[in-house]
């Protein structure tokens, strides 16, 4: 099989990643850098070093490749020029996610409208061949019976029906689940189309389900995210996302995370308009929190108490809803992409919360 015409290698030069200081992020500049890349990894401020110190730290772990810091605002057009140009790639995975007290719009300006001038600032890098873009399994989940297995071919926007009513542009400003899921997948089909229309490069997406993993600095905590659910339970206390704490946590680790995007830059396979969720292997990846709760427990049994949902004795005290199941099949088949375990994932993640000393 012939290369793609736009798949890249460190020897195409430099690629760029935007929101490189997040959890997300972090580990796609550390997974490119091990490969070789000189990654020019921006933030919104250089000199934070709460932020960046783990990034320019990974120039001095014998990695093959190399990191830069740059500065870009998801807000300020223009402000991506420096970074992007001459590069062969970009992968976008810098967004407002709403874990900052942001508005819904909030969330939607920065996961959609502000996409369009980081891609005209790649654009205008002039050498670009690949933009992968971080979206999310809230651009793919909709409606279903229990137990409905989600693939790439699902969009959040099918089955409207099934909304009664809540499915519409009007309901942006008010609830944030439906601006982050309408923007993440109003973000693909954009970019699928300027690329189609520009023709000289090509445009993809990562969409993750409920990443966690190891976190690399104190940042990565953020409040609500499921990496710091997780810190919580190890800490003796209950899941509070949703209702008695019952969840199928459908997982991805954060590392295959991070392989996946630079993998969308490399294959010969992708093109333009891939999507690859990013979730469970297989089943062992689901858990309910209280199957999450009792692989933690037994990984860590120094700590007395496990946090996690309602218990009726050893049982659930009440039935957990059977989604969103789905599988990251398409990843291992298309970008080669070989996952953890759930075991490692949940073990690296709790090693690195006692590592930094924030349980």
């Given at each position: 099989?012939?290369?793609?015409?736009?798949?890249?290698?460190?020897?195409?030069?430099?690629?760029?990643?935007?929101?490189?200081?997040?959890?997300?992020?972090?580990?796609?500049?550390?997974?490119?850098?091990?490969?070789?890349?000189?990654?020019?990894?921006?933030?919104?401020?250089?000199?934070?070093?709460?932020?960046?110190?783990?990034?320019?730290?990974?120039?001095?772990?014998?990695?093959?490749?190399?990191?830069?810091?740059?500065?870009?605002?998801?807000?300020?057009?223009?402000?991506?020029?420096?970074?992007?140009?001459?590069?062969?790639?970009?992968?976008?995975?810098?967004?407002?996610?709403?874990?900052?007290?942001?508005?819904?719009?909030?969330?939607?300006?920065?996961?959609?409208?502000?996409?369009?001038?980081?891609?005209?600032?790649?654009?205008?890098?002039?050498?670009?061949?690949?933009?992968?873009?971080?979206?999310?399994?809230?651009?793919?989940?909709?409606?279903?019976?229990?137990?409905?297995?989600?693939?790439?071919?699902?969009?959040?926007?099918?089955?409207?029906?099934?909304?009664?009513?809540?499915?519409?542009?009007?309901?942006?400003?008010?609830?944030?689940?439906?601006?982050?899921?309408?923007?993440?997948?109003?973000?693909?089909?954009?970019?699928?189309?300027?690329?189609?229309?520009?023709?000289?490069?090509?445009?993809?997406?990562?969409?993750?389900?409920?990443?966690?993993?190891?976190?690399?600095?104190?940042?990565?905590?953020?409040?609500?995210?499921?990496?710091?659910?997780?810190?919580?339970?190890?800490?003796?206390?209950?899941?509070?996302?949703?209702?008695?704490?019952?969840?199928?946590?459908?997982?991805?680790?954060?590392?295959?995370?991070?392989?996946?995007?630079?993998?969308?830059?490399?294959?010969?396979?992708?093109?333009?308009?891939?999507?690859?969720?990013?979730?469970?292997?297989?089943?062992?990846?689901?858990?309910?929190?209280?199957?999450?709760?009792?692989?933690?427990?037994?990984?860590?049994?120094?700590?007395?108490?496990?946090?996690?949902?309602?218990m009726d004795g050893d049982k659930p005290a009440q039935h957990t809803y059977e989604k969103p199941r789905s599988y990251c099949l398409l990843a291992k088949q298309e970008l080669g992409l070989e996952t953890y375990s759930i075991e490692d994932t949940i073990r690296a993640t709790g090693d690195s919360y006692l590592a930094l000393g924030?349980?």
């Amino acid at each position: 099989m012939s290369k793609s015409l736009t798949a890249i290698s460190p020897a195409d030069g430099p690629i760029a990643v935007t929101g490189a200081s997040g959890y997300i992020g972090s580990w796609v500049v550390h997974d490119c850098v091990e490969q070789g890349y000189t990654v020019r990894a921006c933030v919104r401020d250089a000199s934070n070093s709460n932020k960046v110190d783990h990034l320019l730290a990974m120039n001095n772990q014998g990695l093959r490749g190399s990191v830069e810091l740059y500065e870009g605002d998801l807000f300020k057009p223009g402000s991506y020029d420096a970074a992007f140009k001459g590069c062969s790639g970009v992968i976008h995975t810098g967004a407002t996610v709403g874990y900052n007290s942001e508005t819904p719009q909030e969330v939607y300006d920065g996961c959609f409208t502000e996409v369009t001038h980081v891609l005209d600032s790649a654009i205008k890098g002039g050498t670009l061949k690949r933009f992968v873009f971080t979206s999310s399994f809230a651009a793919v989940g909709h409606p279903r019976p229990e137990g409905y297995v989600f693939t790439e071919k699902d969009w959040c926007g099918d089955n409207i029906e099934a909304y009664n009513g809540g499915w519409t542009e009007n309901r942006i400003p008010e609830d944030r689940n439906t601006a982050y899921a309408m923007a993440k997948a109003n973000t693909e089909k954009m970019i699928y189309q300027q690329a189609a229309e520009n023709g000289t490069f090509d445009a993809m997406a990562i969409l993750p389900l409920h990443v966690i993993g190891p976190i690399m600095c104190e940042n990565h905590d953020q409040g609500m995210s499921w990496q710091n659910c997780m810190r919580y339970m190890m800490k003796g206390k209950q899941y509070k996302k949703t209702e008695g704490g019952r969840m199928l946590w459908n997982n991805t680790d954060v590392r295959d995370c991070g392989r996946a995007h630079r993998l969308c830059c490399e294959s010969t396979i992708a093109k333009n308009g891939s999507r690859y969720i990013l979730s469970a292997a297989d089943r062992r990846g689901e858990l309910y929190t209280w199957q999450m709760q009792e692989m933690m427990q037994k990984l860590y049994p120094q700590i007395p108490v496990m946090g996690g949902e309602e218990m009726d004795g050893d049982k659930p005290a009440q039935h957990t809803y059977e989604k969103p199941r789905s599988y990251c099949l398409l990843a291992k088949q298309e970008l080669g992409l070989e996952t953890y375990s759930i075991e490692d994932t949940i073990r690296a993640t709790g090693d690195s919360y006692l590592a930094l000393g924030l349980v």
